[in-house]
Each structure stands twice: as structure tokens, then as C-alpha cells.
Nanobody, 124 residues
Framework: QVQLVESGGGLVQAGGSLRISCAASGRTFSLHHMGWFRQAPGREREFVAAIKSGGSSTYYADSVKGRFTISRDNAKNTVDLQMNSLKPEDTAVYYC?????????????????WGQGTQVTVSS
């Protein structure tokens, strides 16, 4: 398993941009597919975006497609989520996660390491 720590959350106005990051410890980061999820108060945790271990393929939820971009730097053990054109409904705690080695990006049970989350608040 890897240890994950998110950073970069904050308050932004609707239409604005924010970039959140996830730093991983451990030597196996480059072997893990990585995902971003979010959870708003009173709602289930939902998939946002995922990227394969080598960075060659990405996958997005329909709600963020065209606005969010996931990227990773295996040399630095980081995975980022660039969020543009933010909407109030994007407000949530955002979590990064490392998977078990199978590419099932939307399935939370595919991930066995989770960060503590970072709050993103979009004001209208």
C-alpha cells in the first residue's frame, strides 16, 4: 500500500479554477492506477477521474468531463487534478486513492489506499 496526502483545496468562486494534488509515499506508486473521488455532505462518495499507472489513459465522470484534467508524475510520486469552470455542485471533500492493480476506475472497492481528503468549496 501507499500513503496518500491531498493538498490544495480551498474556496473558489463559480467559474474559477483550482488544482489539487496528492502526494504518495512508497516505492510502488508508479505501479498503481490512481483515482480521484469526492463526497458532498449527505451524499455517497462518487468517482471523479482516474489515470492508469503509466499515465497513458484517463477516465472521467460525465459531470466533470471537459472541465477537469487528471495527471501524474511518477518521478515525484504525485497525482494532480486540475479543475476548471468550477460549479457550486463541485463542492465536496476530494479524495485520492490508489488501486489494487485492476483497472476498474469507478469502483471504490478497487482502491485499497485512500488519503484523508481536501475540501473544495465553490461559491455561487
Amino acid at each position: 500500500q501507499v500513503q496518500l496526502v491531498e493538498s490544495g483545496g480551498g474556496l473558489v468562486q463559480a467559474g474559477g479554477s483550482l488544482r489539487i494534488s496528492c502526494a504518495a509515499s512508497g516505492r510502488t506508486f508508479s505501479l498503481h492506477h490512481m483515482g480521484w473521488f469526492r463526497q458532498a455532505p449527505g451524499r455517497e462518495r462518487e468517482f471523479v477521474a482516474a489515470i492508469k499507472s503509466g499515465g497513458s489513459s484517463t477516465y472521467y465522470a460525465d459531470s466533470v468531463k471537459g472541465r477537469f484534467t487528471i495527471s501524474r508524475d511518477n518521478a515525484k510520486n504525485t497525482v494532480d487534478l486540475q479543475m476548471n469552470s468550477l460549479k457550486p455542485e463541485d463542492t465536496a471533500v476530494y479524495y485520492c486513492a490508489a488501486d489494487r492493480g485492476r483497472w476498474m476506475p469507478t469502483d471504490t472497492t478497487s482502491y485499497d489506499s485512500w488519503g484523508q481528503g481536501t475540501q473544495v468549496t465553490v461559491s455561487s
